[in-house]
């Protein structure tokens, strides 16, 4: 039987080219996000969300620029060290795993997604993240 070892570069090795980081329907906060990205750019919540939010329905998702680039983009993410949790989880995240089919989908817009993954190493790996709350240091 495998190890519950899994390393994440056998699954995923981010290339910071950028892709996740246009469209895609936007980046949903949580609170725990607005405060962290709020301290690091050196700004209160409330100021944060007014200039650098919009409402999706009843939840606040990062600003995207004309281009559909998200806000904190250029050329690279300028808040990577307290980026959001849905940035943090990708390309691991429910509505990507919910089929394996759509991990090979999204593997043709983002290069650092590998292919030659077997479905249920994935699977194991995901619930392996969530069950140690690997997301949030």
């Known amino acids: 039987m495998p ?6 570069i056998a699954l995923f090795e981010c ?5 996740c980081c ?3 329907g936007g980046t949903y ?5 607005i405060q962290r990205i709020a301290k690091f750019i050196d700004t209160d919540p409330a100021g944060f969300t007014d200039r650098f939010c919009k409402m999706s329905g009843q939840r606040l998702l990062l600003a ?16 990577h060290p307290v980026k959001p949790l849905m940035c943090r989880k990708w390309p691991f995240l429910e509505s ?13 817009s983002c290069p650092g997604i590998k292919t030659e993954v ?4 994935l699977k194991r790996f995901v619930r392996l993240m969530r069950s140690c709350n690997w997301y949030y240091p």
């Open 64 to 79: 995207q620029r004309k281009d559909g680039y998200c806000i904190f983009w250029d050329q690279l993410c300028t808040i």
């Open 15 to 19: 290339r910071q080219c950028g892709r």
């Open 3 to 8: 190890s519950d070892n899994i390393d994440p």
């Open 22 to 24: 246009n469209g895609y």
């Open 118 to 121: 077997d479905t249920e190493i």
């Open 96 to 108: 990507i795993l919910v089929d394996p089919a759509n991990w090979l989908i999204m593997a043709d």
């Open 29 to 33: 906060l949580d609170n725990r996000d």
